[in-house]
Structures are given as structure tokens and as C-alpha cells.
């Protein structure tokens, strides 16, 4: 193709000659080259000297020097070539269009500047993937009895198979990949596979759900010549393709902190002083499984048995209160608990979809006010300035005590984290993404105090914000420094605040 330009002098014209000479599809590559030419517009005359030629072409420059023949007579339409330029550009677009232009300079003759400029489409050298749609398959037996469909997703109980099906041009060989919409749920997404088949367990986490009941689940198709494609994952319904449909599932759950085995008051002095009472607070999905049915408990109840003794092979039925997704149970009396014993105890709550959750813990001897928590053993008797430890314990997310009059102290060491300190900020760096401290070993119902400090590691970087804390959660460090750069840096984390 031929763009045309122009020069500082109207007897003088100036034009590129560019050519698409070859194309790499592998590289998705194309050779392109650019001729600049000098021509007379109107009568012969002559030209001569040193001269600059620039050509850029999709963002590269390239140039060269070069002289005319002194006295070199260009008659009126014809043309001196002055340069030749060849440069390899991406073509990885559908189509790619790529910009040229280019200058002339000189301090010798006339004209002494001349430029030009254009754009052109390169050759289309491979089309991209072409998503066409997926097949879901449930393959967990439990919901597929109660007819929920292949094409729903159910967070905490779906076990799906999923086909992605896509077609490649020009050979390519395709690679497969699911993502979720949302992050920090439990699906294969690392990477690229080479099948197209993939084994989506929802079961020990979520789903994002649309606020239409739509799962938000996006596929990736890449191939082998660097061709991509992105789509939401979607099924056929009704003869259509849409995105898959979800239910607003949660799994059923006995609220630790809300339910309790206690002693009745008395001392063991009489026979009626061997009771317990049981007080129960619980919550479950009361929704439509979307064939018309909505989910109820199936069973509710609990075992106690002394710890001398086998525990029973089934549970004692209970009769809540229902309401809504809320379970309750107030008082409910237990005969024959001896005083001078120890027992163990489990209540369970399921629902249709089989889901259940189990609390165990241990009643103590003696007699007790006090809420008996999950895997206590017997009550502490430690003090602190003559306070009462009624409970502490550790977990993966850190260490806690619990104190008679309500307050709890919860701690956490995270170490060798490593943070990227490289977002400017005046003279200094800050956190390109903030730590994430995570949950905390137990959750307070009034978190009054919270702090994190550096321990280690730390004379080069220092804490300049810690937000985002809640009574379940140490929240998020940003970091600082003069250089930019990773730290690597030792959190100690601190919070105080009432467990009742």
C-alpha cells in the first residue's frame, strides 16, 4: 500500500511504499516493510546531500542516514527512493491494525523536511476459540433423588461434572480452564488443563450466587497458537443456554456459643437434683430446593451418657421450636444426670439434603452455671490476679483465654510473611496488597482492644495501617518502608474484648 505525505516545499512530495512480505503464524507475527521515497511534483530539477530518515511503525522507531548524489536531476512525477525499513510486528488481534509513519530531514537541500503517516490491516492469521456452551452433571446421589436438576448448583452439597466444549481454528490444540467468580472457594481453577472435563466439588465450600440464582462460574478456553476466549459457563435449560441456576443453600449449624448442657442447681444434695438442662440455638437453610419442595429438618436430637459408661447407638429425639431458619430449645430437662459424675454429650440437626452438624462436649462433675464449651474437658481452676480462667485452648488461628467475668484475650503469631512494598507513596513504599491476618482462634460478641506489631525482620518496614478488624477477624496490615521491594516480616497480633 502507498501513504502519501508531504513536504515543506510544494514543488517536492514525499511517500511510503509498505508491504506485508511475511507472516509467522506459530508467533502470530508479521514482516512488514516500509520504502521512503522523495519525488519532484512539477517540473525537473535536481537534489543532492546528506539527509535523516525515521520510520516508526506499532510503536518502534527505527532510522538511518543517508546522502543524494550531489546534482541528481528527478524529472516532474518521478521518484528517488531513499530508504528501506523492515520490522516484525505482534499480529495477535482479529484483525490488527497497526499505525506507520515516518519523517525526512536535511540541512543541505530543499526540501529540508518531509513526513508522512497511515495506518494498515494485517493479514488475519488465526481466529480464536469459539466457546459453543457446557454440559452439568450432578453426581451426588442425594440431591439427584430429590429432583434437583442437573443443571442447578447447590453450594455445600453439589458434586458436578462439567464439560466445556469449544472448537479451534487452524489446528490449534485447545486447553481448558474454570475460574469462580468469586475467590476462596474450593474448585480446581490453577492453571490450564488439557481436558475438558472438570470434577467441581462444592461441598466443603460455596458458590457466588447471582442475586437472579444464577452460579457465576466463568470458563477459559486458551490454544495452542495463542489464541484465547472468556465466557460465563453456561448450560442448556429449557432448550436454551444460560447461566446455571443455584439455590441460596447454608448448611445447617448449632451455634457454639449459644448452646449449653448445664447442671440444675441443688448440689446433689436430693435424688431430683440429678438433672441437667438443655438449652439449644441452631439455624438452617428453610428454602425452595427449586422442584417445589423446601427443606425441613429430618432429624434433631441428642445423646448424654457418663463417661464410665458406652456411649448410645442412637440419639433422644427433640422437639424445637421452629422459626423460619431459627431452632430453638429452652430447658429442656435431663433426669438421672449423677452429680458425682462425668458426662459426655453430642446433639445433632440434619436436614433433607443429609447435611448434618454435630456439637460434642463433656459435663463435668459438680455442680455448674456456667455454658460448657465444644471438647472441654473439666473446668479450670488457674487464676490470674484472682480471676478465674473458665476456658483457653489454641487452634490454627491462634490462642485464646476466656475469663469468669466475661473477658476473653485472643493472640496470633504469623511468621516469614512475605509482602510487596512497591506502591509509591511520597518518599516512601507502601503495601502493593495488604496481609491478610485472618480469623481469629474465637470470635468475641464486644471486641474493645486490637493491635498487631512487627517482631522481627522489621528495622527496614513499619505498620501504617491496620483496618478491616472484626470480632471474628485480626483484619489487614498495610506496611511501609524507604526502599521498594518484598519484606519479610513476623506479626504478633492481640485482642481483648467479652466471649458473654
Known amino acids: 500500500m502507498t501513504i502519501n505525505g508531504s513536504t515543506n516545499n510544494n514543488n517536492w512530495t514525499y511517500k511510503l511504499e509498505v508491504i ?7 508467533n502470530r507475527t508479521s514482516t512488514v516493510q516500509v520504502k521512503t521515497y522523495i519525488g ?21 522507531e527505527k532510522s538511518a542516514s543517508g546522502s543524494i548524489p550531489a546534482n541528481t536531476y528527478i524529472n516532474a512525477g518521478e521518484w528517488y527512493l531513499l530508504q ?38 494485517l493479514t488475519i492469521l488465526h481466529l480464536d476459540p469459539t466457546i459453543e456452551a457446557a454440559e452439568m452433571v450432578e453426581t451426588n446421589s442425594v440431591l439427584t433423588s430429590l429432583g434437583v436438576p442437573n443443571t442447578t448448583v447447590v ?26 467468580y468469586a475467590a476462596n472457594y474450593n474448585i480446581p481453577t490453577s492453571g490450564y488443563q488439557s481436558s475438558n472435563v472438570f470434577n467441581t466439588d462444592y461441598t466443603a465450600n460455596g458458590i457466588a450466587i447471582s442475586n437472579t440464582n444464577k452460579a457465576k462460574i466463568i470458563q ?7 489464541g484465547t476466549a472468556t465466557d460465563w459457563l453456561y448450560v442448556t435449560i429449557n432448550n436454551q443456554l444460560q447461566e446455571p441456576n443455584a439455590i441460596p443453600y447454608r448448611k445447617p449449624i448449632i451455634e457454639r456459643t449459644s448452646t449449653s448442657i448445664k447442671r440444675k442447681s441443688g448440689g446433689g444434695i436430693n435424688l431430683t437434683d440429678n438433672k441437667a438442662t438443655l438449652n439449644l440455638k441452631a439455624t438452617f437453610y428453610k428454602g425452595s430446593d427449586v422442584v417445589g419442595n423446601n427443606n425441613s429438618i429430618t ?22 421450636t421452629i422459626s423460619g431458619g431459627n431452632i430453638t430449645v429452652s430447658n429442656l430437662e435431663i433426669s438421672n444426670v449423677i452429680f458425682t459424675k462425668v458426662y459426655n454429650y453430642k446433639i445433632i440437626i440434619k436436614d433433607k439434603y443429609n ?27 488457674a487464676t490470674i490476679g484472682g480471676n478465674p480462667i ?9 490462642s485464646w483465654i476466656k475469663y469468669y467475668d466475661g473477658t476473653m484475650i485472643c493472640t496470633k503469631i504469623i511468621e516469614n510473611i512475605t509482602n510487596d512494598i512497591s506502591k509509591a507513596w511520597g518518599n516512601l513504599y507502601e503495601s502493593q496488597v495488604p496481609i491478610d491476618l485472618g480469623s481469629m482462634p474465637q470470635s468475641f460478641t464486644i471486641l474493645n482492644y486490637i493491635d498487631a506489631s512487627l517482631t522481627s525482620n522489621n528495622w527496614h518496614c513499619w505498620i501504617v495501617r491496620h483496618a478491616n478488624s472484626t470480632v471474628s477477624n485480626f483484619g489487614k496490615l498495610y506496611l511501609a518502608r524507604p526502599t521498594t521491594g518484598n519484606a519479610i516480616v513476623n506479626v504478633n497480633c492481640i485482642a481483648i474484648g467479652k466471649w458473654k
Not at 506485508?20 to 506459530?26: F, I, K, L, Y
Not at 453450594?155 to 464439560?163: E, V, W
Open 390 to 398: 473458665v476456658d483457653s485452648g489454641s487452634n490454627t488461628n491462634g
Open 355 to 381: 447435611y448434618s452438624d454435630i456439637i460434642e462436649a463433656t459435663l463435668p462433675t459438680g455442680q455448674s452455671t456456667w455454658n460448657e464449651y465444644k471438647n472441654r474437658v473439666d473446668f479450670m481452676n
Open 299 to 320: 432429624q434433631i436430637g441428642y445423646k448424654i451418657w457418663a463417661s464410665d459408661s458406652s456411649e448410645p447407638s442412637s440419639y433422644t429425639t427433640l422437639t424445637p
Open 220 to 226: 477459559k478456553i486458551s490454544d495452542s497458537l495463542g
Open 84 to 121: 528501506t525499513f523492515t520490522f516484525t510486528v505482534p499480529n495477535k488481534s482479529n484483525p490488527t491494525i497497526i499505525s506507520i509513519s515516518s519523517t525526512m530531514s536535511s540541512s543541505i537541500f530543499t526540501p529540508s523536511y518531509a513526513s508522512a503517516s497511515g495506518s494498515m490491516q
Open 40 to 60: 519532484r511534483a512539477s517540473s525537473r530539477s535536481y537534489i543532492g546531500g546528506a539527509y535523516t530518515n525515521k520510520v516508526t511503525v506499532a510503536g518502534e
Open 20 to 26: 506485508e512480505t511475511a507472516t509467522d503464524v506459530p
Open 155 to 180: 453450594p455445600y452439597l453439589s458434586k458436578k461434572k462439567i464439560t466445556l466444549h469449544a472448537t479451534a481454528t487452524d489446528k490449534a490444540t485447545l486447553s481448558y480452564r474454570l475460574e469462580h
